[in-house]
T-cell receptor, first 114, second 117 residues
Framework: AQSVTQPDIHITVSEGASLELRCNYSYGATPYLFWYVQSPGQGLQLLLKYFSGDTLVQGIKGFEAEFKRSQSSFNLRKPSVHWSDAAEYFCAVSTNFGNEKLTFGTGTRLTIIP | SAVISQKPSRDICQRGTSLTIQCQVDSQVTMMFWYRQQPGQSLTLIATANQGSEATYESGFVIDKFPISRPNLTFSTLTVSNMSPEDSSIYLC??????????????FGAGSRLTVL
């Protein structure tokens, strides 16, 4: 069965600094990959997804992620974070095109300091 | 994308009672899903709510504990029965949206935060 690992439970960065959140997956073939964000008291919002093609995908709110097959990774990046980016970030994987069942990582909580 | 409304947004419940969570979608959808997010944990799929048939439960979840209704293509309920403190979680409703690429993407409601005393 597939699995997702987010090795960083909590990350703190200064406003304006760059950000990279790590995500590694375990699956024999190429999965479908997602990043979701959960702001306090909110549901999950899709930031971006990778299905195929260009391995660097752009998402909303200035986020991007790069799929690296050799490293089984799908790290999320942002060149300059804003205070409003403070939230919980979840990486998820699906192994069927229907994408009706996602396996989520345990999440990374992002704190922004002035 | 679909807009999902969940009620209640939060509740505090007594041990042994049951609570029903409602999920309303602004468009007709074939499949609806219920996820659980325990404190400090990730999301786990509870079941798939199918219109016109019984819900399909994931391993570790049973109908007696989490009965689900799906009376039409825009609405579903999840009941958490005979609650214990271990049921304190955020319960999220989700549906599949079709992206511009043609593939499906899960859209989530804001969740229902349950605290069981």
């Amino acid at each position: 069965a597939q699995s997702v690992t987010q090795p960083d439970i909590h990350i703190t960065v200064s406003e304006g600094a760059s950000l990279e959140l790590r995500c590694n997956y375990s699956y024999g073939a190429t999965p479908y990959l997602f990043w979701y964000v959960q702001s306090p008291g909110q549901g999950l919002q899709l930031l971006l997804k990778y299905f195929s093609g260009d391995t660097l995908v752009q998402g909303i709110k200035g986020f991007e992620a790069e799929f690296k097959r050799s490293q089984s990774s799908f790290n999320l990046r942002k060149p300059s974070v804003h205070w409003s980016d403070a939230a919980e970030y979840f990486c998820a994987v699906s192994t069927n095109f229907g994408n009706e069942k996602l396996t989520f990582g345990t999440g990374t909580r992002l704190t922004i300091i002035p | 994308s679909a807009v999902i409304s969940q009620k209640p947004s939060r509740d505090i419940c007594q041990r042994g009672t049951s609570l029903t969570i409602q999920c309303q979608v602004d468009s007709q959808v074939t499949m609806m899903f219920w996820y659980r997010q325990q404190p400090g944990q990730s999301l786990t799929l509870i079941a798939t709510a199918n219109q016109g048939s019984e819900a399909t439960y994931e391993s570790g979840f049973v109908i007696d504990k989490f009965p689900i209704s799906r009376p039409n293509l825009t609405f579903s309920t999840l009941t958490v029965s005979n609650m214990s403190p271990e049921d304190s979680s955020i319960y999220l409703c989700s549906v599949l949206d079709r992206s511009r690429s043609g593939a499906n993407v899960l859209t989530f409601g804001a969740g229902s935060r349950l605290t069981v005393l």
